[in-house]
């Protein structure tokens, strides 16, 4: 994915100027920012959500996203939520989602209405439909917020396995304490990308 020049701004409050960022094959890379600094802006014109004001964003290949407010039907169960995108998708089956279910230790969960599922429960079944139909990129946006601590190390797993699978992880945080465990990292501030040492260094 690469995104170049990207201009955004509501009304007079500029949020990106002529931002550019490339996430290469097989990185774990992170923005992060203050609140309000528009990284929830940057991941919704990368997703294609949002049309920038100027600027180009290509993707090469599918990818998933998963905004930082669950986006689910409460009267809806799990495995409706699974079936719907399955769909969307043109999957054959559930296999994928059922993998990362495991992972994320909700495979109970399927009938259960997602009005009745706890915040983080809600937030594994936005990031499991967002990772079923296996993307070349993912952009995340806070993807364990609700998470318990278990859960969280169990995220950490499942990003590092799909790095170095090849895909590409973007997560965009107002915490930089994760900071140790990404490839690349960027700063938003602003409205400029500016990049970080790399998590090795």
């Given amino acids: 994915m ?19 960022i490339r996430l290469h094959s097989g990185a774990l890379a992170g923005v992060v920012g203050e609140n309000g600094a ?13 049309r920038p004001d100027r600027g180009t964003v290509h993707h090469n290949g599918g990818f998933g996203y998963c905004p930082q407010t669950v ?4 009267s809806l169960t799990v495995r409706h939520h699974l079936e719907l995108f399955r769909t969307a998708y043109g999957l054959p089956d559930f296999h994928r989602a059922r993998e990362i279910m495991e992972c994320l230790h909700f495979a109970d969960c399927l009938d259960e209405r997602a009005a009745v599922l706890s ?10 439909l967002a990772l079923m139909h296996d993307p070349q990129t993912l952009l995340l946006d806070e993807p364990y917020q609700g998470f318990d601590w278990d859960t969280y190390l169990c995220f950490w797993d499942l990003a590092n396995q799909l790095r170095d699978a090849g895909r590409s992880v973007l997560v965009v945080s107002h915490l930089a304490h994760d900071t140790d465990r990404l490839d690349e990292l960027w700063y938003l501030d602003e409205g400029v ?6 998590a090795s260094e």
């Fill in 71 to 74: 986006v689910l039907n409460g």
């Fill in 193 to 198: 990308l500016r990049a970080q040492r790399e």
């Fill in 119 to 128: 915040g983080g429960t809600q937030q594994k079944l936005n990031l499991t």
């Fill in 2 to 20: 690469e995104a170049t020049n990207l201009h955004h701004r509501y009304g007079r409050r500029t949020v990106l100027r002529g931002l550019d």
């Fill in 38 to 50: 528009g990284k929830s802006t940057l991941l919704k014109i990368l997703s294609g959500e949002l």
